[in-house]
Protein backbone atom coordinates (compact mmCIF):
# COMPACT_ATOMS: atom_id res chain seq x y z
CA UNK A 1 0.00 0.00 0.00
CA UNK A 2 1.67 3.70 -1.07
CA UNK A 3 1.71 5.44 2.44
CA UNK A 4 -0.05 8.45 2.80
CA UNK A 5 0.12 12.19 2.08
CA UNK A 6 1.03 12.75 5.64
CA UNK A 7 3.30 9.91 6.26
CA UNK A 8 5.82 11.12 4.53
CA UNK A 9 8.63 12.20 6.95
CA UNK A 10 9.70 15.72 5.94
CA UNK A 11 13.03 17.69 6.83
CA UNK A 12 14.76 20.41 5.84
CA UNK A 13 16.08 24.08 6.35
CA UNK A 14 14.46 27.22 7.04
CA UNK A 15 16.42 30.44 7.65
CA UNK A 16 14.92 33.15 9.68
CA UNK A 17 15.40 36.80 8.28
CA UNK A 18 14.03 39.80 9.91
CA UNK A 19 15.39 42.97 11.48
CA UNK A 20 16.53 43.06 14.92
CA UNK A 21 13.82 42.80 17.68
CA UNK A 22 11.02 41.14 15.31
CA UNK A 23 11.19 38.31 17.55
CA UNK A 24 13.35 35.83 15.72
CA UNK A 25 14.27 34.21 19.00
CA UNK A 26 11.28 34.24 20.59
CA UNK A 27 9.52 32.48 17.96
CA UNK A 28 12.66 30.04 18.17
CA UNK A 29 11.54 29.59 22.00
CA UNK A 30 7.71 29.22 21.18
CA UNK A 31 8.56 26.80 18.19
CA UNK A 32 11.17 24.58 20.65
CA UNK A 33 9.00 24.64 23.46
CA UNK A 34 12.57 25.68 26.07
CA UNK A 35 14.53 28.43 26.13
CA UNK A 36 17.52 27.74 23.95
CA UNK A 37 17.88 30.90 21.95
CA UNK A 38 19.20 34.27 23.29
CA UNK A 39 16.03 36.32 24.33
CA UNK A 40 16.70 39.95 25.38
CA UNK A 41 14.87 43.25 24.81
CA UNK A 42 18.06 45.17 23.12
CA UNK A 43 18.55 44.51 19.17
CA UNK A 44 21.15 42.24 17.20
CA UNK A 45 22.07 40.22 19.98
CA UNK A 46 22.21 36.86 17.71
CA UNK A 47 24.76 38.31 15.91
CA UNK A 48 25.71 34.74 15.13
CA UNK A 49 24.06 32.16 13.14
CA UNK A 50 21.93 29.86 15.56
CA UNK A 51 21.04 26.54 14.32
CA UNK A 52 17.97 24.83 16.55
CA UNK A 53 16.17 21.95 15.49
CA UNK A 54 12.73 21.07 15.90
CA UNK A 55 11.99 17.21 15.55
CA UNK A 56 8.41 16.05 15.40
CA UNK A 57 6.54 13.03 14.52
CA UNK A 58 6.33 13.69 10.64
CA UNK A 59 9.42 15.84 9.98
CA UNK A 60 12.48 18.16 11.21
CA UNK A 61 12.43 21.70 10.73
CA UNK A 62 16.46 22.95 11.02
CA UNK A 63 15.88 26.89 12.12
CA UNK A 64 19.11 28.95 10.36
CA UNK A 65 19.28 32.40 12.10
CA UNK A 66 20.15 35.09 9.33
CA UNK A 67 22.50 37.97 10.18
CA UNK A 68 20.85 41.42 9.61
CA UNK A 69 21.23 42.93 6.38
CA UNK A 70 23.36 46.06 7.08
CA UNK A 71 24.58 48.31 4.74
CA UNK A 72 27.87 47.01 3.39
CA UNK A 73 30.65 49.90 4.65
CA UNK A 74 32.23 48.14 7.39
CA UNK A 75 34.14 44.43 6.83
CA UNK A 76 31.97 43.12 9.57
CA UNK A 77 28.96 44.35 7.83
CA UNK A 78 30.29 42.93 4.73
CA UNK A 79 30.92 39.19 5.75
CA UNK A 80 27.43 39.82 7.34
CA UNK A 81 25.77 40.45 4.43
CA UNK A 82 27.62 37.44 2.69
CA UNK A 83 26.39 34.80 5.48
CA UNK A 84 23.16 36.56 4.63
CA UNK A 85 22.88 35.91 1.43
CA UNK A 86 24.33 32.33 1.53
CA UNK A 87 22.00 31.22 4.66
CA UNK A 88 18.94 32.17 1.91
CA UNK A 89 20.61 30.70 -0.88
CA UNK A 90 20.85 27.34 0.76
CA UNK A 91 17.80 26.95 2.69
CA UNK A 92 14.40 24.79 1.68
CA UNK A 93 12.36 28.16 3.10
CA UNK A 94 13.08 31.30 4.20
CA UNK A 95 10.97 32.60 7.13
CA UNK A 96 11.12 36.52 6.81
CA UNK A 97 9.75 38.15 10.57
CA UNK A 98 8.27 41.15 10.61
CA UNK A 99 5.83 43.35 12.60
CA UNK A 100 2.79 44.64 11.53
CA UNK A 101 3.75 48.56 10.54
CA UNK A 102 1.30 50.72 8.52
CA UNK A 103 4.56 50.66 5.68
CA UNK A 104 6.81 48.40 4.72
CA UNK A 105 10.14 48.75 6.73
CA UNK A 106 13.01 49.91 4.59
CA UNK A 107 15.39 47.21 5.90
CA UNK A 108 12.70 44.48 5.06
CA UNK A 109 12.12 45.73 2.02
CA UNK A 110 16.10 45.20 1.54
CA UNK A 111 15.56 41.47 2.83
CA UNK A 112 13.07 41.21 0.16
CA UNK A 113 15.12 42.41 -2.50
CA UNK A 114 17.86 39.08 -1.15
CA UNK A 115 15.40 36.90 -1.14
CA UNK A 116 14.35 37.54 -4.83
CA UNK A 117 17.62 37.25 -5.62
CA UNK A 118 17.81 33.52 -4.44
CA UNK A 119 15.44 30.28 -5.77
CA UNK A 120 14.17 29.39 -2.09
CA UNK A 121 10.35 29.63 -1.71
CA UNK A 122 9.40 32.10 1.24
CA UNK A 123 7.02 32.80 3.79
CA UNK A 124 6.00 36.20 6.00
CA UNK A 125 5.41 35.64 9.65
CA UNK A 126 3.51 38.96 10.60
CA UNK A 127 4.97 38.74 14.77
CA UNK A 128 3.15 40.69 17.61
CA UNK A 129 -0.57 40.63 16.31
CA UNK A 130 -1.24 40.90 20.20
CA UNK A 131 -0.07 44.68 19.26
CA UNK A 132 -2.37 45.85 17.13
CA UNK A 133 -6.14 45.63 15.98
CA UNK A 134 -7.35 43.16 13.65
CA UNK A 135 -8.57 45.53 11.54
CA UNK A 136 -5.40 47.04 11.35
CA UNK A 137 -3.48 43.90 9.73
CA UNK A 138 -5.56 43.46 6.41
CA UNK A 139 -4.08 46.27 4.64
CA UNK A 140 -0.51 45.15 5.82
CA UNK A 141 -1.18 41.95 4.46
CA UNK A 142 -2.06 43.11 1.02
CA UNK A 143 1.09 45.08 1.17
CA UNK A 144 3.11 42.63 1.65
CA UNK A 145 0.87 40.13 -0.97
CA UNK A 146 1.64 43.04 -3.57
CA UNK A 147 5.30 42.29 -3.45
CA UNK A 148 4.58 38.81 -4.91
CA UNK A 149 7.36 37.41 -2.69
CA UNK A 150 5.82 35.37 -0.65
CA UNK A 151 3.87 31.78 -0.87
CA UNK A 152 2.04 32.33 2.39
CA UNK A 153 1.57 35.28 4.82
CA UNK A 154 0.60 34.16 8.80
CA UNK A 155 -0.38 36.57 11.72
CA UNK A 156 1.49 35.31 14.57
CA UNK A 157 2.27 36.38 18.13
CA UNK A 158 5.48 34.18 18.64
CA UNK A 159 4.99 35.59 22.40
CA UNK A 160 1.84 34.29 23.36
CA UNK A 161 2.02 31.36 20.93
CA UNK A 162 -1.25 32.33 18.30
CA UNK A 163 -0.63 30.95 14.89
CA UNK A 164 2.77 29.51 15.12
CA UNK A 165 1.33 25.75 14.87
CA UNK A 166 -0.16 26.99 11.60
CA UNK A 167 2.91 28.79 11.37
CA UNK A 168 5.05 25.40 11.85
CA UNK A 169 2.25 23.22 9.77
CA UNK A 170 2.58 25.32 6.57
CA UNK A 171 7.03 24.58 6.86
CA UNK A 172 6.26 21.09 7.30
CA UNK A 173 4.36 21.39 3.79
CA UNK A 174 6.81 23.27 2.02
CA UNK A 175 9.61 21.11 2.99
CA UNK A 176 10.66 17.98 0.67
CA UNK A 177 10.44 14.79 1.87
CA UNK A 178 13.44 13.08 3.62
CA UNK A 179 14.76 11.48 6.64
CA UNK A 180 16.06 13.38 9.40
CA UNK A 181 19.13 15.55 8.98
CA UNK A 182 20.17 15.26 12.65
CA UNK A 183 19.35 12.59 15.35
CA UNK A 184 16.00 12.96 17.11
CA UNK A 185 18.19 14.35 20.68
CA UNK A 186 19.97 16.61 18.90
CA UNK A 187 18.38 20.04 19.92
CA UNK A 188 21.29 22.07 18.29
CA UNK A 189 24.47 21.37 16.22
CA UNK A 190 26.09 24.03 17.52
CA UNK A 191 28.82 23.20 19.90
CA UNK A 192 28.51 23.92 23.28
CA UNK A 193 31.11 26.88 23.57
CA UNK A 194 28.48 29.12 21.42
CA UNK A 195 25.68 28.39 23.86
CA UNK A 196 27.94 29.56 26.76
CA UNK A 197 29.60 32.42 24.35
CA UNK A 198 25.78 33.85 23.78
CA UNK A 199 25.21 33.50 27.97
CA UNK A 200 27.93 35.79 28.77
CA UNK A 201 26.46 38.24 25.41
CA UNK A 202 22.70 38.01 26.75
CA UNK A 203 24.44 38.91 30.39
CA UNK A 204 26.56 41.57 29.24
CA UNK A 205 23.68 43.38 27.08
CA UNK A 206 21.27 43.01 30.56
CA UNK A 207 23.83 44.51 32.38
CA UNK A 208 25.64 47.13 31.02
CA UNK A 209 23.10 48.81 28.17
CA UNK A 210 23.30 49.49 24.61
CA UNK A 211 26.28 50.55 23.13
CA UNK A 212 28.88 47.77 25.01
CA UNK A 213 27.48 44.57 23.48
CA UNK A 214 27.81 45.98 20.16
CA UNK A 215 31.56 46.87 20.58
CA UNK A 216 32.48 43.34 22.35
CA UNK A 217 33.41 39.77 21.15
CA UNK A 218 32.74 36.77 23.42
CA UNK A 219 35.29 34.03 23.06
CA UNK A 220 35.61 30.79 24.58
CA UNK A 221 39.44 30.11 24.78
CA UNK A 222 38.88 27.00 26.75
CA UNK A 223 36.50 24.43 28.41
CA UNK A 224 38.05 21.69 30.34
CA UNK A 225 35.61 18.92 32.27
CA UNK A 226 37.32 17.57 35.54
CA UNK A 227 36.12 15.35 37.58
CA UNK A 228 34.09 18.09 40.34
CA UNK A 229 32.79 20.61 37.73
CA UNK A 230 33.39 22.26 34.39
CA UNK A 231 36.13 25.39 34.47
CA UNK A 232 35.36 27.53 31.55
CA UNK A 233 37.49 30.33 30.47
CA UNK A 234 36.19 33.27 28.70
CA UNK A 235 37.83 36.36 26.77
CA UNK A 236 35.90 39.29 26.48
CA UNK A 237 37.63 41.86 23.74
CA UNK A 238 36.57 45.16 23.64
CA UNK A 239 37.53 47.88 21.25
CA UNK A 240 38.68 50.45 24.20
CA UNK A 241 39.91 50.96 27.51
CA UNK A 242 37.12 53.04 28.11
CA UNK A 243 34.77 49.62 27.50
CA UNK A 244 36.68 47.80 29.40
CA UNK A 245 36.38 50.61 32.84
CA UNK A 246 32.46 49.80 31.80
CA UNK A 247 32.75 46.57 31.79
CA UNK A 248 34.67 45.67 34.59
CA UNK A 249 32.94 48.54 36.79
CA UNK A 250 34.17 49.85 40.02
CA UNK A 251 36.33 47.28 42.10
CA UNK A 252 35.10 44.84 39.69
CA UNK A 253 31.52 44.72 40.49
CA UNK A 254 29.79 44.70 37.04
CA UNK A 255 32.07 41.87 36.27
CA UNK A 256 31.86 39.77 39.34
CA UNK A 257 27.52 40.20 38.71
CA UNK A 258 27.81 39.28 34.99
CA UNK A 259 29.70 36.47 35.69
CA UNK A 260 28.09 35.14 38.23
CA UNK A 261 24.42 35.42 36.55
CA UNK A 262 26.20 33.95 32.98
CA UNK A 263 27.57 31.16 35.36
CA UNK A 264 24.28 30.34 36.59
CA UNK A 265 22.70 30.21 33.27
CA UNK A 266 25.63 27.98 32.16
CA UNK A 267 24.81 25.60 34.86
CA UNK A 268 21.22 25.80 34.19
CA UNK A 269 21.51 24.67 30.59
CA UNK A 270 25.03 21.74 31.17
CA UNK A 271 23.36 20.67 34.35
CA UNK A 272 26.61 20.74 35.80
CA UNK A 273 28.95 22.88 38.00
CA UNK A 274 30.65 25.66 36.34
CA UNK A 275 33.60 27.23 37.07
CA UNK A 276 33.62 30.35 35.02
CA UNK A 277 36.17 32.62 34.03
CA UNK A 278 36.13 35.90 32.58
CA UNK A 279 38.83 38.53 31.10
CA UNK A 280 37.92 41.34 29.66
CA UNK A 281 40.85 42.36 26.86
CA UNK A 282 41.28 45.98 24.98
CA UNK A 283 41.16 44.56 21.54
CA UNK A 284 41.71 47.75 19.13
CA UNK A 285 39.47 47.68 16.03
CA UNK A 286 38.28 44.28 16.42
CA UNK A 287 35.39 44.64 13.99
CA UNK A 288 37.36 46.61 11.61
CA UNK A 289 40.45 43.70 11.28
CA UNK A 290 39.17 41.15 8.73
CA UNK A 291 41.66 38.46 9.89
CA UNK A 292 40.08 39.28 13.52
CA UNK A 293 36.79 38.73 12.54
CA UNK A 294 37.72 35.13 11.06
CA UNK A 295 39.15 34.08 13.74
CA UNK A 296 35.84 35.27 16.03
CA UNK A 297 34.05 33.17 13.41
CA UNK A 298 32.47 36.10 11.75
CA UNK A 299 33.82 35.24 8.57
N1 LIG B 1 3.97 41.90 22.23
C1 LIG B 1 4.79 41.02 21.68
N2 LIG B 1 6.12 41.11 21.90
C2 LIG B 1 6.93 40.20 21.31
C3 LIG B 1 6.42 39.16 20.49
N3 LIG B 1 7.47 38.43 20.05
C4 LIG B 1 8.58 38.99 20.59
N4 LIG B 1 8.27 40.05 21.35
C5 LIG B 1 9.18 40.90 22.12
O1 LIG B 1 10.03 41.61 21.23
C6 LIG B 1 11.34 41.77 21.82
C7 LIG B 1 12.41 41.22 20.88
O2 LIG B 1 12.26 39.82 20.75
P1 LIG B 1 13.47 38.87 20.32
O3 LIG B 1 12.90 37.51 20.17
O4 LIG B 1 14.64 39.07 21.18
O5 LIG B 1 13.80 39.49 18.88
P2 LIG B 1 14.91 39.05 17.84
O6 LIG B 1 14.32 39.30 16.51
O7 LIG B 1 15.41 37.68 18.11
O8 LIG B 1 16.02 40.10 18.12
P3 LIG B 1 17.56 40.06 17.69
O9 LIG B 1 18.22 39.11 18.61
O10 LIG B 1 17.91 41.46 17.93
O11 LIG B 1 17.59 39.65 16.25
C8 LIG B 1 11.30 41.04 23.16
O12 LIG B 1 11.03 42.00 24.15
C9 LIG B 1 10.12 40.08 23.00
O13 LIG B 1 9.49 39.76 24.21
C10 LIG B 1 4.99 39.08 20.30
O14 LIG B 1 4.45 38.22 19.62
N5 LIG B 1 4.25 40.04 20.91
Redesign the pocket.
Same mark, same amino acid.
Do not use: C
Given at each position: MEPEQSQVFRSGIVALA?R????? @?? &?VNTILGRELS?????????RNRITAIHTMPEAQLVLHDTP?IHDPKTPLNRALVAIAAKTLEDADIILL?TEPLEEIHREDLQIVDMIGKTRTPAVLAL?????VKPQALLPVIENFNRLERFEEIVP? @?? &??GDGVTELVNILIRMLPPGPALFPEDEISDLPVRFFVAEIVREQITRMTGEEIPYKTSVVVESFKEESERILIHVDVHTERDSQKKILIGKGGRMIKQIGIAARKKIEDFLEAPVRLELFVKVTPNWTKNERMLREFGYM
Amino acid at each position: MEPEQSQVFRSGIVALAGRPNVGK @ST &LVNTILGRELSIVTPKAQTTRNRITAIHTMPEAQLVLHDTPGIHDPKTPLNRALVAIAAKTLEDADIILLITEPLEEIHREDLQIVDMIGKTRTPAVLALNKIDTVKPQALLPVIENFNRLERFEEIVPI @SA &LHGDGVTELVNILIRMLPPGPALFPEDEISDLPVRFFVAEIVREQITRMTGEEIPYKTSVVVESFKEESERILIHVDVHTERDSQKKILIGKGGRMIKQIGIAARKKIEDFLEAPVRLELFVKVTPNWTKNERMLREFGYM
